[in-house]
C-alpha cells in the first residue's frame, strides 16, 4: 500500500491569511493525487484533482500543485467557510489511501 | 446531478454482519464509473473499504478484504456492502461514493458522496 504522510496536522490562521499544506507519498505516483475538504458532520468533497485540477464549482482560491512523491495544497486567501478537514489521498494504486488530515482552524 | 444515500441497521452485534446499501439517483450504473464505500471511525480519518463496477468487478482493501463483499443491483440502481465478524473497531460512519475517471487527465476522483451513516457495533 502506498502511505499518505500530511502535515501539519494542524493549524489555525487568520481571515485572509496564505495556507499552504503538505502531502507526502511513500513512492512516486505520478499526478495521481486529489485533495478533499471535510466540514464538521459532513461528507468529503473534492476540490483538487489530478494534482492540480480543479474541480466544477469549488472557489479559485484553491490550488494545488506537486508531482512525484511531494504534493501541495495552497488556500490564497482563507475565508471563515474554509473551517474544515483536509485530506489527500493517492489515486495510483489501490488500495486507495488517504493522508491523516490536517484539520484548519481559523483564529 | 448524481445523488447517493446510504441505508441500512445503525447498531451491529459484535461478531455480527453489518449490512448496508447506496441507492443511486442521476445516475447509471452503466456509465462505466466505479462505486465505493468508504469509512470513517468517529474523530479520525478516511479508509477506502473497496468497490465496485457495472458489471460486478471488485476491488477491495487488503485489509478488510477477507470481511467484505460489495455486489450491485443494478435493475434498482443501488449497490451493498457486508462486512462480516464485526468488532467495535469496526464502529464508523460509513460512506458510498463515486469513483469518476477524468478523461483529460487520466486520474480517477471520488467526485460525488452520500451523506454518510454510522454504523456503531455493541451487544
Known amino acids: 500500500d502506498i502511505q499518505m504522510t500530511q502535515s501539519p496536522s494542524s493549524l489555525s490562521a487568520s481571515v485572509g491569511d496564505r495556507v499552504t499544506i503538505t502531502c507526502r507519498a511513500s513512492q512516486s505516483i505520478n499526478s495521481y493525487l486529489n485533495w478533499y475538504q471535510q466540514k464538521p458532520g459532513k461528507a468529503p468533497k473534492v476540490l483538487i484533482y489530478?494534482?492540480?485540477s480543479l474541480q466544477s464549482g469549488v472557489p479559485s482560491r484553491f490550488s494545488g500543485s506537486g508531482s512525484g512523491t511531494d504534493f501541495t495544497l495552497t488556500i490564497s486567501s482563507l475565508q471563515p467557510e474554509d473551517l474544515a478537514t483536509y485530506y489527500c489521498?493517492?489515486?495510483?494504486?489501490?488500495?486507495?489511501?488517504f493522508g491523516q488530515g490536517t484539520k484548519l482552524e481559523i483564529k | 446531478q448524481v445523488q447517493l444515500q446510504e441505508s441500512g441497521p445503525g447498531l451491529v452485534k459484535p461478531s455480527g454482519t453489518l449490512s448496508l446499501t447506496c441507492a443511486v439517483s442521476g445516475g447509471s450504473f452503466s456509465s462505466g464509473n466505479w462505486w465505493s464505500w468508504v469509512r470513517q471511525p468517529p474523530g479520525k480519518g478516511l479508509e477506502w473499504i473497496g468497490e465496485?463496477?457495472?458489471?460486478?468487478?471488485?476491488n477491495y482493501n487488503p485489509s478488510l478484504k477477507s470481511r467484505v463483499t460489495i455486489s450491485v443491483d443494478k435493475s434498482k440502481n443501488h449497490f451493498s456492502l457486508k462486512l462480516s465478524s464485526v468488532t467495535a473497531a469496526d464502529t464508523a460512519v460509513y460512506y458510498c461514493?463515486?469513483?469518476?475517471?477524468?478523461?483529460?487527465?487520466?486520474?480517477?476522483?471520488?467526485?460525488?458522496w452520500g451523506q454518510g451513516t454510522l454504523v456503531t457495533v455493541s451487544s
Open positions: 489530478g494534482a492540480s
Open positions: 465496485i463496477d457495472h458489471s460486478g468487478g471488485t
Open positions: 489521498q493517492e489515486s495510483y494504486s489501490t488500495p486507495w489511501t
Open positions: 461514493a463515486r469513483l469518476l475517471e477524468d478523461n483529460i487527465t487520466g486520474t480517477t476522483l471520488l467526485d460525488y
